[in-house]
């Protein structure tokens, strides 16, 4: 899957977005939120990556800090060649049709006073230089391509369902033929039933015009079911990242086998038999993370180190990257304490 | 929206009728007499026959009617006659003023120039300096910018107009000379210097009220203005790699003004209002300075008239804010 033939079309490194907390009377700056604390990562083209996590874990904003919808902290972001880490706003703004962003609220990341062909056709005002026919037939195309008539082009946002705003946030992210969209969490606000038509869409999309996905989401088996990496994010870090199956079969990191253990079991009889890993405690503030191993406060399989040194990210199968202690090079004492370091 | 409209112009017909008979009972119950500056000297029976003169002879049912009869009936068919040269309203009573014993309405357009002149140009002028400062204030929330037009609003909220009307005079027409203390109403504008005269006494009663509205609706367009930067839309507006500007002034603003614009249509009716303390202060003789002396006069068809004016442009402009709302907001639909 991961194969080293493909390019890679994103390439973030050691991205930190940290937001400022203000207090006290002066308002001065008290200290800062990480949401994002160092994260790498590299998509290849044409594939998708999914990105999970708990809710607060740092995934929706390390997504947007992607497409520098944030003024990042630190780091660098390459798209497809050009660095846009550092580039201010307005230079950035002739690179946007190249990456594009499908929001997870579809009632509130559409304007309210503007019909769908106002939405979709916007983008192409500002980038494009096509005529008024132009423009509307590219428009229809975009509709037919999302499976929305087109005959609701005047209509406004608030006049659809849930899903049909959806298909109108992807057909806008479409507009302008971006190579690399980051979908936050497109799914989340939708009915189960609706959940599937709009999933089975993007891979239509991604077929049809060779896009690259950063799919956000906290739906585990729906990552399952598109992403052909698995990255997952726990306060502001990526604790592990794997091709798909190698994740889901095999998890390394204590954190990740604890959220498989959450997915429910359809099979009853499985179910009752399914041991759930509960994790103890709150997640610590990501605006004072815990000293050594983020995950230490939770993670059932800690050790004294955890505590004090941060886990380094590192490969520690093919393609399978994790950052944690117990597959340092002290795994020989270790491993017969997890049975998925056995497993590998 | 049209069948919304003629629906809330009809039920607005008995809401008025109800305000215009509580208006007359009202006044009716206030102490005073209107003979009351006749001279004692005057013998009480001669009173007595003036009074009836009025037509305070008739019940209080009688004289209600009478006045809605030459208020809805007669009045508009003489403003008929003097738009097309009728003679509809002939030998007919017209509301007649107890004080000047000439028709309410004719005195009411009168004063309507010179209110219109300084309370609406006040008004505009208030709108036109606060939508700016609340879309920059909102847009650099927390910058000295904001601050500083917060403590001009709060000054603007707080301090009363007879306090900074008489600021002003005192200093730029009593310590600097610059503009005169007094709106003179019967200049007449016909070239440019006594259209800089004009603007000159315009100045200071207009911007004493335009710093009012200024507070009011620069508030109004910072909060509406805060409320829309944060929505989802924003980011997608650019996400999708719009300008700035573009961002701000269409996809933000277009949103914030829905609420912005209901407000500045309510505040018209208080224009006709008139400003009746700055009025006072800088001798305007308007519709306000119009109004408290038929109150101190007792001139009873005066001030009802009046006030069931203002209370038909309240009534009315409640009907276009929502009519307005209806037309922006794609959202809301009345039928």
Redesign the interface.
Known sequence: MADGALKPLVEVRNLKMHFPIFSGIL?RRAGEVKAVDGVSFDIFEGETLGLVGESGCGKSTAG?AI?R?YDITEGSIRIDGAEIGSQP?DD??????RM??V???PQ??????M?VAGIIG??LD??TKLSKSEKLDRIYELMDAVGLNRDFANR?P?EFSGGQRQRI?IA?ALA?NPKFIVCDEPIAALDVSIQAQVVNLLEDLQEKFGLTYLFISHDLSMVRHIADRVAVMYLGKVVELAPRDALYTVPKHPYTEALLSAVPEPDPRLEAKVERIILKGDVPSPANPPKGCNFCTRCPKVMEICRSEEPEFREVAPGHFTACHLHDQTKSQTAGKTAASEAQ | MFTYTIRRLIISIPTLLFIALVIFLLLEMAPGDPMAQVPLTVPPEVKERMREALGLGDPVHIRFFKWMQQFFIVEPMHLLDGLFGTSFAEGQQRVISWQTRSPVMDIVMQRMPQTLWVVAMSYVVGVLIALPIGIYSAYRQYSIFDQAGTFVSMVGYSVPPFFSGVVVIVIFSVKLGWLPSIYDTTHVVNDWESFVVQLKQMIMPVMVLALQTTAQISRFMRASMLDNLNQDYVRTARAKGLTEAVVVMVHVLRNSMIPVITVIALGVPSIFGGAIITEQIFKVNGLGQLLITAIQANDLPMVQTLTFIFAILIVLFNLIADVLYGILDPRIRYD
């Open positions: 308002r947007r497409l919808l706003q950035l703004r002739a690179m946007r049709p594009q962003m929001f997870q609220d509130a990341s559409l304007n309210p006073r019909s916007e983008p500002e980038h406004y608030h946030g806008r302008l």
